[in-house]
């Protein structure tokens, strides 16, 4: 347990090191990387190119200082970090690299101000962190493997089928070259998949699973990302998946991991409003699937943002879904339109998903909320649901990339 002593000088710091955040975490991965350039793999080089990590982190590092006093507060955000160290295989013996590291940043970046015994305490603090984090990432590696046909690491998958579903989103389907046992997963969840790129070493990426359990493979839907800029690693994955993966190639790909799924107990009591932009699709259109695949007869609202048809990625799949769910209705919305959109049915109403749209879409506030997308689509649902009095234990989102904090929203 944290002592008196650590908690109050950790709380007196807290300001300090809250007013250098950013700072702190830009020059920890630095020296970090420097020092130890074998933890670079775990860490995606387009959130670094972007100082997403390093805000993510910054934020993390706040949150917890803030909360030094009442950590049961961030058990969701701890259960989120964990399932994301075990699809990446963070092990406990990482975490002294870590904290080296995230020490020599803080003096570095307060000097003098950090004194021994500040650096003493924060090193205890983050000591008790990392013990909450590797015995959580523990429970998981566990019941990981424990499962039919789990495993841990990388097990070798076959592309058994690539289907384009827009004009910038490709599904794979992924069988287990061994031919055995796949694992379930719950609905929401994502799998890692490792790529050895030719010119450029990458770290492993996420994809959420865009079919439903209970299938003799697993499906994810790759969006064609965009380089922002010469040297830029954006896109770099994403293209090689569209250009260069082809059925009959071979995939390395970690066990299913995530904590944004589908609550039967939750959905068992009220309607469920899904909900999702672009990309964001892919996790939602699983729980769509998983409920008709139950024969729920929970009312289901399907919603779906995009620009226009062109992007719009797996529309006849929701539509064929929905016409076996009888208490489900779909929605789809355009923000930019072509002309033959609406005169060909592709969409059901144009422009985009604000407060005013939710509100006249659904018949009330009370509902389950899952919801995933793009940044702005992402805040702008959360600050309508919030506006709308919907409380934070109904609103449940997943956000693609570091965790950008969506709740100061106003």
């Given at each position: 347990m944290l002592t008196e002593h650590t908690i109050n000088v950790v709380k007196t710091t807290a300001p300090?090191?809250?007013?250098?955040?950013?700072a702190i975490t830009r020059r920890f991965y630095t020296l970090m990387f420097a020092e130890n350039p074998e933890v670079q793999a775990y860490f995606n080089q387009a959130h670094q190119h972007s100082g997403g990590q390093q805000r993510a982190l910054a934020g993390a590092i706040c949150a917890y200082a803030a909360n030094i006093e009442n950590l049961a507060a961030l058990g969701p955000a701890v259960e989120f970090i964990a399932q994301k160290h075990c699809s990446l295989g963070i092990h406990p013996q990482h975490y002294p690299i870590v904290g080296k590291h995230l020490l020599a940043a803080i003096k570095d970046i307060l000097g003098d101000a950090a004194t021994d015994e500040i650096l003493t305490e924060w090193g205890n603090a983050y000591g008790f962190l990392a013990e909450i984090f590797t015995g959580r990432e523990?429970?998981?590696?566990?019941?990981?493997?424990?499962?039919?046909?789990?495993?841990?690491?990388?097990?070798?998958?076959?592309?058994?089928r690539k289907v384009p579903e827009s004009e910038i989103i490709t599904s794979f389907y992924l069988e287990p070259a061994d031919g055995g046992e796949l694992p379930p997963f719950k609905p929401g969840q994502y799998i890692t998949v490792k790529i050895d790129h030719p010119t450029i070493t990458t770290s492993p990426r996420n994809y959420s699973l865009s079919d439903r359990p209970g299938l003799?493979?697993?499906?994810?839907?790759?969006?064609?990302?965009?380089?922002?800029?010469?040297?830029?690693?954006?896109?770099v994955i994403s293209n090689h998946f569209h250009d260069e993966i082809h059925v009959g190639d071979i995939v390395e790909v970690g066990p299913p991991?995530?904590?944004?799924?589908?609550?039967?107990?939750?959905?068992?009591?009220?309607?469920?409003?899904?909900?999702?932009?672009?990309?964001?699709?892919t996790p939602i259109l699983s729980?769509?699937?998983s409920l008709a695949e139950e024969k729920s007869e929970t009312p289901v609202h399907f919603l779906h943002a995009a620009r226009d048809s062109r992007v719009h990625a797996l529309a006849d799949e929701v539509?064929?879904?929905a016409a076996t769910l009888p208490n489900a209705r779909t929605h789809f919305r355009y923000d930019s339109p072509h002309a033959d959109d609406l005169t060909k049915r592709h969409c059901d109403s144009i422009g985009f998903v604000d407060a005013d749209f939710i509100r006249d879409w659904l018949p009330d506030n009370d509902a389950e909320f899952y919801f995933c997308g793009p940044k702005p689509f992402m805040t702008g649902v959360y600050r309508s649901l919030k506006d709308w009095g919907v409380p934070d234990d109904r609103i449940h989102f997943e956000f693609f990339g570091p965790r950008d904090e969506l709740t100061p929203v106003g």
């Open positions: 300090a090191v809250a007013q250098h955040a950013e523990q429970q998981i590696y566990k019941e990981q493997a424990d499962v039919p046909g789990g495993w841990n690491g990388y097990r070798r998958f076959v592309v058994t003799a493979h697993y499906r994810i839907s790759v969006k064609r990302e965009p380089s922002l800029a010469a040297g830029a690693p954006n896109g991991c995530g904590e944004f799924t589908l609550n039967a107990a939750q959905t068992a009591s009220r309607p469920i409003v899904l909900m999702s932009g672009g990309i964001g699709i729980m769509f699937k539509r064929a879904v």
